[in-house]
């Protein structure tokens, strides 16, 4: 493989502030202590999905770890950040849709935004089974009151491959979405783990 970024510097766009990407050092490392945490299930280590990729941050700690990474971004500015921040010759691949639970469409409110409205509009909407991805070990789902529809459009892949789970969960803020994806989890025989946060790890019972 080829050498993989290093440092904690990345390109990013800051809400209200930023309306093209901006580059700033020392920025993070990509949630580290939740990924660690995460990391505990895991077993295998060939693919994973980081939805919700945002700028890449996730990305590039992801991609140290496994094998390949498919990464999902919707938004046009984060993209720009994704791709100034993860070099082309790696081992991670972006896909420019939001993922759903079904081939559609859906918008943002603002240019900087990172919640998809449940309605139709300029961004492309796609389910994750439709990308028929095989040895995915992992995945990381952080898509901001997305994760039911995304859940419901990843049955097929996430049975297929009994991935660890790292999904966002905030309950008192968006309690219906999180209750109707723990069911989905629940009824594809899967258990939580863990709560560190918002997050929460699932996996296969």
């Given amino acids: 493989m080829a050498n993989y970024p290093s440092g904690r510097d990345f ?13 700033l050092k020392d920025e993070g490392d ?24 945002n700028v890449g941050m996730w990305t590039r700690n992801l991609m140290r770890d496994f094998d390949t990474v498919h990464c999902f971004e919707p938004n046009p500015v984060f993209v720009e950040c994704w791709n100034k921040n993860i070099p082309k010759d790696q081992n991670a691949f972006l896909y420019e849709v939001g993922l759903g639970e079904k081939n559609s469409s859906a918008t943002f409110n603002a240019p900087l935004d990172q919640r998809l409205q449940r309605s ?7 389910t994750m089974d439709s990308y028929q991805l095989e040895q995915i070990d992992f995945i990381k789902i952080d898509v901001d009151g ?41 009824d594809l025989g899967y258990s939580r783990r863990i709560r560190t946060r918002s997050d929460e790890v699932w996996t296969k019972s």
Avoid at 161 to 173: H, L, Q, R
């Fill in 146 to 186: 997305y994760e039911d529809l995304l859940l419901q459009g990843a049955k097929e892949t996430i049975a297929n491959n009994s991935p660890v789970i790292n999904i966002e969960m905030k309950a008192t803020k968006r309690p219906d979405v999180v209750s109707i994806s723990r069911k989905i989890l629940t």
């Fill in 30 to 53: 990509g949630q580290g202590p939740l990924r660690q945490i995460a990391y505990r299930y895991v077993k295998d280590w060939r693919g994973c999905v980081d939805a919700g990729s």
């Fill in 120 to 126: 139709p509009g300029e961004i492309a909407i796609k």
């Fill in 11 to 23: 390109w990013v766009a800051y809400k209200g502030i930023h309306a093209k990407p901006t580059f």
